[in-house]
Nanobody
Framework: QVQLVESGGGLVQAGGSQRLSCAASGSILSISSMAWYRQAPGKQREFLARIISGAGTNYSDSVKGRFTISRDNAKNTVYLQMNNLKPADTAVYYC??????????????WGQGTQVTVSS
């Protein structure tokens, strides 16, 4: 069984910064990629950033230059550093990972989400 647990959400003022973390745990053989998405009320879930093992990172245009994704392989943890936050960044932020476990092929796992609220 694999679990993804996000942390670091909360209330922040516009222009401020926040750092989200997502830790993967369980019977993990390897993690192919880890990514961050968000979902604002009444909107579809939106891709933000992804880090792929051995292949680097990519970002959506909406956050490029403001958000940075990074990963600690030893801790199976991915981070999202968010700078210059705007009220439009208010959403529930989700972690997604493609993980191989013992005896099973790669599968997609999602975290439970963490709320980020940016006040104006």
């Amino acid at each position: 069984q694999v679990q993804l647990v996000e942390s670091g959400g909360g209330l922040v003022q516009a222009g401020g910064s926040q750092r989200l973390s997502c830790a993967a745990s369980g019977s993990i053989l390897s993690i192919s990629s880890m990514a961050w998405y968000r979902q604002a009320p009444g909107k579809q879930r939106e891709f933000l950033a992804r880090i792929i093992s051995g292949a680097g990172t990519n970002y959506s245009d909406s956050v490029k230059g403001r958000f940075t994704i990074s990963r600690d392989n030893a801790k199976n943890t991915v981070y999202l550093q968010m700078n210059n936050l705007k009220p439009a960044d208010t959403a529930v932020y989700y972690c997604r990972a493609v993980i191989s476990t013992r005896g099973l092929p790669n599968a997609i796992y999602w975290g439970q989400g963490t709320q980020v609220t940016v006040s104006s």
